[in-house]
């Protein structure tokens, strides 16, 4: 029997099946995504920015597992990326404004609570027609429609764009493919004689 070692690794970058599955499931014109694939890219969009920027992190710093919960949320560990990198992330302008309705919008999602929405009294003549638009909804659910989800995305990949585009200026980012939602990479290496 042949003796070998083999060694394999392979770059996993979380954040691009994370793009992935969110371009997924958002259907191609005419068609709009219903509520349902609204709420699921928007809690997606959330999570693609947070796995980029442990992925970007991560690149900065070896010891980025260890410290990035003690940096705090996505927006701490955002600008303490953007200080490794020597630049600034404004938060009052596109795309990275976004960011605040998309985390909002994910923390209604993963803190749901079960309300009672009441719309205030309304006092008329006449026939009464009522439409959807007379029922009440929560903020969440006001977000949760077509434009604003394609919004959302078109930002968060705007955002990634930007960080990469900065990550590539950076040393330690030597391995990065300068598209950052290029396909990830394998080896394999194997070592010893094999006889046939």
């Known amino acids: 029997m042949p003796e070998f070692t083999r060694t394999t690794s392979r770059l996993l970058r979380t954040y691009i099946d994370i793009e992935g599955a969110m371009k997924a499931i958002m259907p191609t014109a005419p068609t709009e995504p219903d509520r349902h694939r609204c709420l699921t890219i928007g809690v997606l969009a959330s999570f693609l920015v947070e796995a ?74 006449g026939v009464v027609a009522l439409s959807a638009a007379d029922v009440p909804r929560a903020d969440w659910e006001r977000r949760c429609e077509p434009t604003t989800v394609r919004q959302w995305i078109e930002a968060v990949e705007e955002m990634i764009r930007y960080l990469h585009t900065e990550l590539l200026r950076d040393p330690r980012a030597v391995n990065e493919h300068p598209d950052p939602f290029a396909a990830g990479t394998a080896s394999v290496t194997v070592r010893g004689t094999i006889r046939f």
């Open 52 to 125: 980029y920027a442990n992925h970007a992190g991560a690149v900065l710093d070896q010891n980025w597992n260890s410290i990035e919960r003690k940096i705090g949320n996505t927006f701490n560990k955002l600008d303490h990326i953007a200080s490794k990198l020597n630049t600034k992330i404004d938060w009052d302008r596109p795309p990275f404004q976004l960011l605040r309705d998309i985390f909002a919008f994910r923390d209604s999602i993963a803190h749901g609570k079960t309300l009672t929405l009441t719309e205030p009294e309304r006092i008329g003549t």
